[in-house]
């Protein structure tokens, strides 16, 4: 399906379909194709197809990249055909895992508030806050939703604003701002004969869509491409001509975090690492009729992985391991701002 093609034209069940064939054909891919399906099928309403793709991702011999949001999203699905009592022991899981991924959280707090749990939603999004904005300065772009979300939640309930609610509203970048966009009072104004009335609900809609819109530019990171060492000595010792490109393990593991903070200073939100394989560059390679020694591949390379699931955020969560594969703590490794003097 073409990213512009209108929602409304969409067969979600045969896009699904499609989906599950290419997960057979990509295996490595099968999280992400999986539960993209997934969400096509609740889309057409067959809600109990999408709950056996949850299960069957769940169950996967393999294990998953991100067993939290897979059930996460199927305690949202199961919520809404009947199966409440389900959904929330699902969630009540999700909580007590603590995963390190916002997705998880947002999923399960929007769940709870859609059924007017807004306790519940308000105390899910703050623990998830709590857990991965805690002593974060800069909070990742990945977890804008989790501090949006939670102000949304206590300004339906009345809360008074905190720091992080403070936070979101510097975070969000609309003409229209987080309490107008959230206000409790807002109502359709379907019986009034001001049209001044009308343009007001008219211009909050054009915001709230439009930071819809952002949020939809970007969904997947601009990701850095990133060889592991054994993978490094491997692809050059194939393609000699791509040694212009990486002096060294060393040198390149600390040019990408450089080209990381390079545009994180330029503003530019969502990044991710990508970490490349001579096998999957090979076969990228010869998908595009081309030589994998060809430089002008790589950052093509890069963004496909990205478009396919395999980015990593960047920077990590407070704690979380150095991107570069060393097993360190990344504040100890090359988020210390210097330049690394052994390989990622």
Same mark, same amino acid.
């Given at each position: 399906?073409?990213?512009?093609?209108p929602?409304?034209n969409?067969d979600h069940s045969?896009?699904a379909?499609?989906?599950?064939?290419?997960?057979?054909l990509?295996p490595?891919?099968?999280?992400?194709l999986?539960?993209?399906?997934?969400?096509h099928?609740?889309?057409?309403?067959?809600?109990?197809?999408a709950?056996?793709? @949850?299960?069957?991702? $769940?169950?996967? *011999?393999?294990?998953?990249?991100?067993?939290?949001?897979v059930r996460a999203?199927k305690?949202?699905n199961?919520?809404?055909?009947?199966?409440?009592?389900?959904?929330?022991a699902?969630?009540?899981?999700?909580?007590?895992a603590?995963?390190?991924?916002?997705? *998880?959280?947002v999923?399960?707090?929007?769940?709870?508030?859609?059924?007017?749990e $807004?306790?519940a939603?308000?105390?899910t999004?703050?623990?998830g806050?709590r857990?991965?904005?805690?002593?974060?300065?800069? *909070?990742?772009y990945?977890?804008?939703?989790?501090?949006y979300?939670?102000?949304r939640?206590?300004r339906?309930?009345?809360?008074?604003h905190?720091?992080?609610?403070?936070l979101?509203?510097?975070l969000h970048?609309m003409?229209?701002?987080?309490?107008e $966009?959230?206000?409790?009072?807002r109502?359709?104004s379907?019986?009034?004969d001001?049209?001044?009335?009308?343009?007001?609900?008219?211009?909050?809609?054009r915001?709230?869509l439009?930071?819809?819109?952002e949020?939809l530019?970007? *969904?997947f990171?601009?990701?850095?491409?990133?060889?592991?060492?054994d993978?490094?000595?491997?692809?050059?010792?194939? @393609?000699?001509?791509?040694?212009?490109?990486y002096?060294?393990?060393?040198?390149h593991?600390?040019?990408?975090?450089?080209?990381l903070?390079?545009l994180?200073a330029s +503003?530019?939100?969502?990044?991710?690492?990508?970490?490349?394989?001579?096998p999957? @560059?090979?076969?990228?390679a010869?998908?595009e009729?081309?030589?994998p020694?060809?430089?002008?591949?790589?950052p093509?390379?890069?963004t496909? $992985?990205?478009?396919?699931?395999?980015a990593?955020?960047?920077?990590?969560e407070?704690?979380a391991?150095c991107?570069?594969?060393?097993?360190r703590? @990344?504040?100890?490794?090359? +988020?210390?701002g210097a330049?690394?003097a052994?390989?990622?």
């Amino acid at each position: 399906m073409r990213p512009d093609t209108p929602a409304e034209n969409v067969d979600h069940s045969a896009e699904a379909a499609r989906l599950e064939r290419t997960a057979g054909l990509y295996p490595e891919d099968a999280e992400a194709l999986l539960l993209r399906a997934a969400a096509h099928l609740e889309l057409s309403g067959d809600r109990a197809a999408a709950t056996a793709l @949850y299960d069957r991702l $769940l169950s996967s *011999p393999a294990g998953l990249d991100g067993p939290a949001l897979v059930r996460a999203l199927k305690a949202s699905n199961l919520w809404e055909y009947g199966h409440e009592a389900e959904a929330r022991a699902i969630i009540d899981g999700v909580r007590t895992a603590a995963p390190r991924d916002p997705a *998880p959280w947002v999923i399960a707090a929007e769940a709870l508030e859609a059924h007017d749990e $807004l306790e519940a939603a308000q105390e899910t999004f703050t623990e998830g806050a709590r857990l991965l904005l805690t002593g974060v300065t800069e *909070p990742p772009y990945a977890t804008h939703p989790l501090l949006y979300g939670r102000h949304r939640v206590r300004r339906m309930l009345g809360a008074p604003h905190d720091d992080w609610d403070r936070l979101a509203d510097t975070l969000h970048s609309m003409p229209v701002t987080l309490d107008e $966009l959230h206000d409790p009072g807002r109502v359709w104004s379907l019986g009034s004969d001001d049209p001044a009335d009308l343009e007001a609900e008219i211009s909050l809609l054009r915001a709230e869509l439009g930071a819809h819109r952002e949020a939809l530019s970007r *969904p997947f990171p601009v990701a850095v491409l990133h060889w592991p060492a054994d993978e490094l000595s491997e692809l050059l010792d194939s @393609y000699p001509a791509l040694a212009d490109e990486y002096p060294s393990p060393a040198e390149h593991s600390a040019t990408v975090e450089d080209a990381l903070r390079e545009l994180a200073a330029s +503003g530019t939100p969502n990044l991710g690492v990508v970490h490349g394989t001579v096998p999957s @560059y090979e076969a990228f390679a010869a998908s595009e009729a081309a030589s994998p020694s060809d430089a002008s591949l790589l950052p093509q390379y890069a963004t496909t $992985l990205a478009a396919r699931g395999r980015a990593t955020a960047w920077p990590p969560e407070r704690g979380a391991e150095c991107w570069c594969g060393s097993g360190r703590p @990344y504040a100890e490794c090359h +988020g210390t701002g210097a330049r690394a003097a052994e390989a990622g």
